[in-house]
């Protein structure tokens, strides 16, 4: 089973930028969808943006012209580039992986932070 591990976290100031990556142990070309999560303190897990295999993305409106999803598949890297960053952005954010077997896996997450 595929494991993943995202970095790339942390405090950074109302529109700012930062860039998580997320790892896979294995080659991504197989799964079905790469995603990103997030979720604050109390409420329930949501998600932020996906792509596929094939590459389509899928991006929530709330983070629309903000984030980016992307891939590599030579690093086995997808990125969540977050741009404008606004203090409502603040979460942990968790990668997760769709695989051909249809078994969601999940990354331990990384916290980012958006405060003065």
């Known amino acids: 089973q595929v494991q993943l591990v995202e970095s790339g976290g942390g405090l950074v100031q109302p529109g700012g930028s930062l860039r998580l990556s997320c790892a896979a142990s294995?080659?991504?070309?197989?799964?079905?969808?790469l995603g990103w999560y997030r979720q604050d303190p109390g409420k329930q897990r949501e998600l932020v943006a996906r792509?596929?295999?094939?590459?389509?993305?899928t991006i929530v409106d709330s983070v629309k012209g903000r984030f980016t999803i992307s891939r590599d598949d030579a690093k086995n890297t997808v990125y969540l580039q977050m741009n404008s960053l606004q203090v409502e952005d603040t979460a942990v954010y968790y990668c997760s992986a769709l695989g051909s077997d249809y078994i969601r896996v999940w990354g331990q997450g990384t916290e980012v932070t958006v405060s003065s």
């Open positions: 792509i596929t295999s094939g590459g389509s993305t």
């Open positions: 294995e080659t991504i070309s197989s799964l079905i969808t």
